[in-house]
């Protein structure tokens, strides 16, 4: 099996502009086809050349690599109810509408909250608890956007309430709680909220932020992640691709890892089907699914599931193909006005899916 269409299209997409660099590994449950590196960590001439150990801003793979992954284990102890309203969990989200919200509505983004707003800005200066705390009352003072289950809008303020909800179930800070739960047990070493200092050189810088005034190197580029000092549900993750190759393979192999149970194959299922709270959404439980212009591309079977991050990341595992695909790249470098991933992905996940199924494969319609 050679997947190299799916290495020249990433060589082409870089060579045009689309990202400094990339990591790609695709892989099957049981084995690693392909793992290359292209590019550099920058558009200058000097700038080091990526490698399978450099360091990406996740972005909002942060949700499904750990938020939710920490709702399906909770979950499996029976601590989280997905069905109960998160007024049960946080009290201060309630009143009128609030009170029909339930967990399940906003791992599937559909509970009614609003998609973003500038926290970051409102609890600039402050600690970070005390900056958390203000996000999340803030997040339960703003009325709904819209009745609960009415449409579906991808919402970060969705998520930075549902970490909340998991904090105060395990009585425990989401980076530890992801660390002890996941990333130690499945050797994820290089996996982590606010990399240590000595790993700049290998992290791949992202946007000149003006809010910042700098280039962003080793810090979150989310602003409300990084209002909370980099810690947050909805995105602060960095890692490697070799880092994350065992959490693509616990999902693929579902919630198995060296021949250790971790998460149940009923969670990993649940979550990765389409939620089905709003008519036509492709949103699954913290997962999206494939539909028609996604950057999971034409050709990934209807049971596969992913997700992608701002910064230019994203992950897709097809359980019926056995399959999976890992991209990272810093995008959004030099600045976020950068949109040729939007082409990039789709054909890259075509050309891999090919690779695997041979000439055969139908696309959808």
């Known amino acids: 099996m050679k997947p190299q269409p799916a290495v020249e299209i990433l060589r082409a997409a870089i ?7 990339a990591v790609l590994v695709v892989g099957r449950s049981n084995e690693i086809t392909l ?65 029909r919200v339930t967990v399940r509505d906003l791992l599937a983004h559909c509970g009614g909250l609003l998609w973003w707003t500038e926290l ?7 600690p970070p608890a005390k900056a958390k705390r203000g996000y999340i009352q803030a997040i339960c003072d703003l009325p709904l956007d819209y009745p609960p289950r009415a449409k579906t809008v991808y919402s970060d ?50 946007e000149y932020d003006d809010w910042r005034q700098r280039l962003v190197h080793g810090d979150v580029h989310d602003e409300n992640a990084y209002g909370l000092a980099g810690v947050a549900p909805h995105a602060g993750l960095f890692s490697t691709a070799r880092s994350l190759i065992p959490f693509a393979k616990l999902i693929l192999n579902e919630g198995v890892h060296d021949g250790q149970r971790l998460i149940s194959a009923e969670a990993v299922r649940l979550f990765a089907a389409r939620a089905n709270l709003v008519p ?32 230019g990341t994203s992950l897709w595992i097809d359980p019926e193909l056995d399959c999976f695909a890992l991209l990272l790249t810093n995008r959004v ?15 890259l996940h075509d050309a891999v899916v090919r690779s695997f199924a041979g000439s055969s494969t139908t696309t959808r319609a």
């Not at 060579?15 to 660099?21: F, H, Q, V, W």
């Not at 793992?35 to 909002?60: C, F, I, K, M, N």
């Not at 970051?120 to 402050?126: D, M, N, T, W």
């Open 120 to 126: 970051y800005k409102q609890f600039e200066g402050q």
């Open 15 to 21: 060579e045009s502009g689309a990202a400094p660099g």
């Open 280 to 311: 036509g959404s492709s949103r699954a439980l913290g997962w999206d699914t494939p539909c028609e212009g996604s950057s999971a591309g034409r050709l990934l079977s209807p049971s596969a599931f992913g997700h992608t991050g701002f910064t």
């Open 157 to 206: 303020l969705g998520f930075l309430l549902l970490g909340e909800v998991l904090e105060r179930i395990s009585g425990t800070a989401l980076d530890v709680l992801a660390a002890t739960e996941l990333f130690a047990p499945l050797g994820m070493d290089e996996t982590f909220y606010r990399p240590p200092a000595e790993l700049l050189p290998r992290i791949a810088p992202t």
């Open 35 to 99: 793992q290359v590196a292209l590019g550099h960590l920058t558009y200058e001439a000097d700038a080091a050349a990526v490698s399978p150990r450099t360091v990406y801003d996740l972005a909002s793979l942060t949700k499904v690599i750990a938020t939710t992954p920490l709702a399906m284990l909770l979950h499996d102890r029976e601590l989280l109810d997905l069905d109960s309203t998160v007024s049960r969990y946080v009290p201060e989200f309630s009143g009128e509408e609030k009170d």
């Open 333 to 347: 470098h030099p600045t976020r006005e950068n949109s040729l991933i939007g082409e990039l992905r789709p054909a």
